[in-house]
């Protein structure tokens, strides 16, 4: 199995532009997370979804993250205007079940200059 | 206000010796608890996850233990390698978190040859 994939690992935009994150689950994972992580406020869920449905949001800052998951093997994290303190690495997980082990992709590195 | 400590947050150790790793939490109510390893510029690795019921789990080398009472755990790692340089992460799920993973902000640690 190829593991959890991401798209693309580097990322550099200016702020005000619209940025996608992808991320390929583990095929069979019902469960789907995204996490921020930064040296401030470290490893941090944003959004997670079971079997494509968005179970819990709360962690999604603000209203210019949005998150879908049209498919069980495909999910996106935009960001609509992007800002400088989005600069972060963006990581997606997904668990064949929850609450259970997690296997993380490698990472975004976002930057917004 | 459900949190997780890892204390030091830093730790080098000659090659040989034996790693002692810590991770505190508030609120013994939890579900399940896994450490978690970060190489530089990586994704995390799951290592162990230690379920409500248990008092630790072991893997080769690595053996962590889970004392809820006290809300603590410790990953021990035997005869510390220079390949066992990493960011460790303690995450901790609780029911009345939804089950979300809440994690402990590292322990990086040094194995100097």
């Known amino acids: 199995d190829a593991g959890v994939i991401q798209s693309p690992r580097h990322e550099v935009t200016e702020m005000g532009q619209e940025v996608t994150l992808r991320c390929k689950p583990i095929s069979g994972h019902d469960y789907l997370f995204w996490y921020r992580q930064t040296m401030m406020r470290g490893l941090e869920l944003l959004i997670y979804?079971?079997?494509?449905?968005?179970?819990?949001d709360s962690g999604m800052p603000e209203d210019r993250f949005s998150a879908k998951m049209p498919n069980a093997s495909f999910s996106t994290l935009k960001i609509q205007p992007s800002e400088p303190r989005d600069s972060a690495v963006y990581f997606c997980?997904?668990?064949?079940?929850?609450?259970?082990?997690?296997?993380f992709g490698p990472g975004t590195r976002l930057t917004v200059l | 206000k459900q949190e997780v400590t890892q204390i030091p947050a830093a730790l080098s150790v000659p090659e040989g010796e034996n790693l002692v790793l810590n991770c505190s939490f508030t609120d013994s109510a939890i579900y399940n608890l896994q450490w978690f390893r970060q190489d530089p510029g990586k994704g995390l690795t799951s290592l162990l996850l230690?379920?409500?019921?248990?008092r630790e789990q072991t893997s080769g080398r690595l053996n962590a233990s889970l004392d809820k009472s006290s809300g603590r755990s410790t990953l021990y790692i035997a005869a510390s390698q220079p390949g066992d340089s990493a960011t460790y992460l303690c995450a901790v799920s609780w029911e009345a978190a939804g089950n979300k993973l809440t994690f402990g902000g590292g322990t990086r640690v040094l194995v100097k040859p």
């Open positions: 230690i379920q409500s019921s248990q």
């Open positions: 997980a997904s668990s064949l079940v929850w609450p259970n082990e997690q296997f």
């Open positions: 979804f079971n079997n494509n449905v968005p179970i819990d």
